[in-house]
């Protein structure tokens, strides 16, 4: 199952944090082998848009051509409230390389990563699923289970996985990229506690004729978030908060999406097209653009969760599997890859004891302060009363983490204290 050499760190998940990660790790001259329980990328996502500190990491290792290829750039937010614009963040004023933001598919962001790993001669092991993890001190002895599918029905297509090979093998490490019902997570007995309110966005992705420009729109209305996401192609997605009562008809899953699924109209009331413009003309009523060719329609929950640790002996978390944000600021992804940096130095320098609760302080001090749980923002004297009153929600909101994310803050006279050393 895995290469000609016995990989050093296993990397379970094959999302864009794992992909990354294990090309981090690669760089730093680590064998890596990546197993996924799925059998390709996924073919849509909800964390499509890259942090201007993201696109210099990727910089980095040579892929941002390829990814700014696929992509829509965007170099401000504006913040709205349901009948006005009322200030904006310059992503265009980061003292970086790199300032915009990227929006593209998470299916291009994957595959980029995948045949960056490939001409390196790292391949992912698709169909695999981890059944076992007994960790040692030195060691983790895994069990591996082969997946095939049949797929049955007529109307209604339905497919069954079966497991149809299994194998051991031992690694020194292993990284859970494997998202918030991670197994390395759950193997590792870690909580996995819920840090803040859940909410429910019902979410439409549609072609119009607006004119969206460079510009993220975020209405932060008085009782619920809503943002316009200018998408390549002329397509452009929403995303409304719903009040969690009414949103129970139809949650979408977390897990990674391999299939487009088409949904009837008038199946769901909460998604149906007279829907949309009832909630554009009650909470963005200057949206003037068309609605054309919805390519697709959901309802998704959001969680806050935050591990309460990122690891333990010789099993660690990044991305989802350690911690889940809302939507707007898309920070598990994006801080996601600078877990998966810091992790691949950790191992590079011997990963002893001492480095790794290094790792673990320094990444769980970044999300308190991220999900709001330390360090609160404030509006500072003289900020306008409209934004001083969302300071808090628009550090969860806004698309950026550490001091590039204090300085966006900053520009509209909200005061944050970003963790020391991030």
Not at 28 to 55: D, F, N, P, W
Request: net charge negative.
């Amino acid at each position: 199952m895995f290469e000609r050499k016995k990989p050093e760190v296993l990397v379970v998940g094959a999302g864009p944090v794992g992909l990354f990660t294990a090309l981090a790790l690669h760089e730093r001259g680590k064998q890596v082998q990546i197993v996924e329980k799925e059998r390709r990328t996924g073919t849509r996502s909800y964390a499509c848009t890259l942090h201007a500190a993201s696109l210099g990491i990727l910089d980095g290792f040579g892929l941002l051509g390829e990814v700014l290829a696929k992509a829509r750039r965007l170099r401000s937010v504006g913040l709205y409230d349901e009948k006005q614009r009322r200030g904006a963040l310059a992503i265009g004023e980061l003292v970086e390389d790199h300032s915009f933001l990227a929006v593209l598919r998470q299916e291009d962001l994957e595959n980029t990563l995948v045949e960056a790993l490939a001409k390196r001669g790292v391949h992912v092991t698709w169909n695999h699923q981890v059944a076992r993890l007994d960790a040692h001190a030195d060691h983790v002895d895994i069990e591996l289970e082969k997946l095939s599918s049949d797929s049955t029905g007529y109307s209604v297509q339905h497919t069954e996985w079966f497991v149809t090979k299994t194998m051991q093998e031992s690694v020194p490490w292993v990284v859970g990229c494997d998202g918030h019902r991670s197994v390395v997570r759950r193997t590792a007995g870690i909580d996995y506690p819920e840090v803040g309110p859940a909410s429910e966005f019902a979410v439409f992705e549609f072609k119009t004729d607006a004119e969206l420009g460079d510009e993220m729109r975020l209405v932060l209305a008085e009782d619920s978030t809503n943002l316009c996401w200018p998408l390549p192609g002329g397509y452009c997605r929403w995303s409304f908060q719903q009040p969690t009562e009414e949103a129970v008809t139809m949650r979408e899953s977390r897990e990674k999406d391999r299939d487009m699924v088409a949904l009837p109209e008038g199946v769901f009331p909460t998604l149906a097209k007279d829907r949309l413009a009832e909630l554009i003309a009650q909470r963005a009523p200057w949206f003037r653009g068309s609605v054309d060719s919805m390519r697709w329609r959901m309802l998704v929950r959001f969680e806050q969760r935050l591990a309460t640790s990122f690891g333990k002996g010789r099993l660690w978390l990044l991305g989802d599997s350690a911690h889940l944000a809302g939507p707007a600021g898309v920070h598990s992804m994006n801080v996601g890859f600078r877990e998966g940096l810091a992790f691949a130095d950790a191992i590079a320098k011997g990963g002893d004891a001492a480095t790794m609760a290094a790792f673990d302080a320094a990444r769980l001090a970044e999300w308190r302060g991220l999900l709001g749980i330390a360090d609160a923002p404030q509006g500072a004297a003289g900020t306008d009363p409209w934004i001083a009153a969302r300071a808090e929600r628009l550090l969860a909101c806004t698309p950026a983490a550490g001091a590039d994310l204090r300085r966006l803050l900053g520009q509209v006279g909200v005061d944050w204290k970003a963790p020391a050393g991030v």
